[in-house]
């Protein structure tokens, strides 16, 4: 019989740890979800516990019905073995969500194994504008998570904005467009930022001309039926001055050279989960 779940531990309270509970918090649908917070740096727990109990360890904070693995992809063994300890003594069905960059649904289940055999994980991708309520977050569900596991999935981060379901074969590209994609924006901002306070404009009005050009752009793209190449035509005027500076980045193959970032970006989520795997067979020599 599964048990229903109640009490969440996160695992890692830096900024995304910290900003769902700070999330969850504010969350009218996340009533009736007891939330614990798990940091082994002094000085971090010391700046967090308003709302929340945090704990140094997993052993300190006893066991839980689910788990919010929010550490760094090279803590994560650290955090599952801790994890295992805490299911093989309380001998209860235990959900973990991971929302490590790179690290497989089968990799965590491959570790847990050595504890209890049923261990459902969800493994999740969000961004950082979750901090703002307005993140976008990608689920993938691993082997045995069932439907409850997946609403409770889904209440935590809807709390933090958009969240999608979709197969665990693409969260490598997801990872590549909504995990990164903040900084892409965050680095085109800085440099349409440079350009102004160079033209003479006031850096705090510079400032506000990008970021509200950018956050009015996002709106137009949410709330239009029309393609982002549709919208980027309405602005480009033949002989205008948008179509000067888009036929230059089109000159310099922009296209293509955003398109092979992005490769790049997939392809080392993937190699984060090879060389995972390779230090463990080491480690198992």
Known sequence: ?????????????????????????????????????????????????????????????????????????????????????????????????????????????????????????????????????????????????????????RVIFGSMGEVVEMDETLMDVVTAISGSGPAYFFYLAEIMEKFAVSGGIDPGLAKKLVSQTIAGSGEMMKKTSRSFRELREDVTSPGGTTEAAVRYLHDLEFPNTFFNALEKARARSEELLRQKKESGKEEQE
Do not use: H, W
Request: with cysteine; hydrophobic share 45%; charged share 20%.
């Open 1 to 153: 019989m599964k048990n229903k779940i109640k009490t969440i531990s996160i695992v890692g309270c830096g900024k995304m740890g910290t900003t769902i509970m700070s999330s969850v918090s504010r969350a009218n649908t996340a009533k009736g979800l007891k939330f614990n917070g798990i940091e082994k740096s002094d000085a971090r727990r010391g700046e967090l516990g308003k709302g929340f109990k945090v704990y140094a360890d997993i052993a300190g904070a006893g066991a839980s019905d689910a788990y919010i693995i929010a550490v760094k992809p090279q803590d994560i063994e650290s955090a599952l073995g801790e994890i295992g300890s805490a299911v093989s003594e309380s001998a209860r069905r235990t959900l973990i969500i991971s929302i490590a960059a790179g690290i497989s649904t089968e990799y965590i289940l491959g570790i847990m194994r050595k504890y209890a055999q049923d261990i459902p994980v969800i493994r999740v991708m969000p961004n950082t504008p979750a901090l703002v309520g307005m993140g976008m977050t990608v689920m993938a569900a691993g082997e045995g998570a069932a439907d409850e596991d997946i609403r409770v999935a």
